[in-house]
Nanobody
Framework: QVQLEESGGGLVQAGGSLRLSCAAP????????MGWYRQTPGKQRDLVAV???????NYGDSVKGRFTISRDNAKNTVYLQMNSLKPEDTAVYYC?????????????WGQGTQVTVSS
């Protein structure tokens, strides 16, 4: 199973910033949407932000105005700039991408990267 490669997680104090990166391997062709989701123990995986190939973005309500998603189509890479971090942002962050296939869309995920925000 092809996985996306994430980096950039870690420990930061409340009010600080982190930048996550996620690269899709070159074997994944025709990438469509890329984005980030997050999950805490016992809860479902929630949308953080997604970005289309053309640059249209959508954010979860709790991160609007603080997080910014961007992508570099030439590098098959998506970024998440996280500012004004809060303890409630603590979660495992997962990168996601989908690509066009003959039968619809293929989904790809990263292994997850831990983000911990201390108060």
């Amino acid at each position: 199973q092809v996985q996306l490669e994430e980096s950039g997680g870690g420990l930061v104090q409340a009010g600080g910033s982190l930048r996550l990166s996620c690269a899709a391997p070159g074997s994944i062709l025709r990438i469509n949407t890329m984005g980030w989701y997050r999950q805490t123990p016992g809860k479902q995986r929630d949308l953080v932000a997604v970005i289309s190939r053309g640059g249209n973005t959508n954010y979860g309500d709790s991160v609007k105005g603080r997080f910014t998603i961007s992508r570099d189509n030439a590098k098959n890479t998506v970024y998440l700039q996280m500012n004004s971090l809060k303890p409630e942002d603590t979660a495992v962050y997962y990168c996601h991408a989908d690509s066009f296939a003959a039968s619809g869309l293929n989904d790809f995920w990263g292994q997850g990267t831990q983000v911990t925000v201390s108060s």
